[in-house]
């Protein structure tokens, strides 16, 4: 069973690795190798990462297997939230697994853990956005409970795509 561990900015380089790693285990086949160059670079490059880890309005957790990273989990609440959902909400910007641990609970401990905060801070939804073809994702976000309320374009390099804006009222 998976453990949680909090990031601090002493895992700057651990985060930056399972960010990359997990992106690409998910959206490689499906984006252009320029266009997710191009993202990886802007989205996960060390100063934006070290940024958003010193962002007191977000938190980032481990999910730990036999001591090894497994995922990562990405909260954000109040102004750290990517769009204006409100004081009541919590977002989950970033829930990614790695392949080899999929389906072996680390997601469920991950989202435990939004829940746990969201509970914790009074939230009264939680909320996130999800690629419209993550079958595996929407699959698993269904389960818990989340029903789609919405949608955004997201830009993969030039490649404009649709997520799906899913919230769980709490």
Known sequence: M???RKCTASDL???QDISI?????TFDEHNSEENMNTYLEAAYNKMKLE???ATPASHFYFAMVDGEVAGYLKINTD???TEPMGSEALEVERIYIKKKFQKNGAGKVLMNQAFEMAHELGKEKIWLGVWEHNDNARAFYDKKGFV?????SFFMGDDEQTDLILTKTL
Do not use: N, P
């Open 148 to 152: 789609e309320t919405g949608s955004h």
């Open 21 to 25: 790693l997990t992106y690409k285990e």
């Open 2 to 4: 998976a453990s949680l």
């Open 79 to 81: 102004e750290a939230q």
């Open 51 to 53: 940024k958003e880890l």
């Open 13 to 15: 380089q651990e985060l």
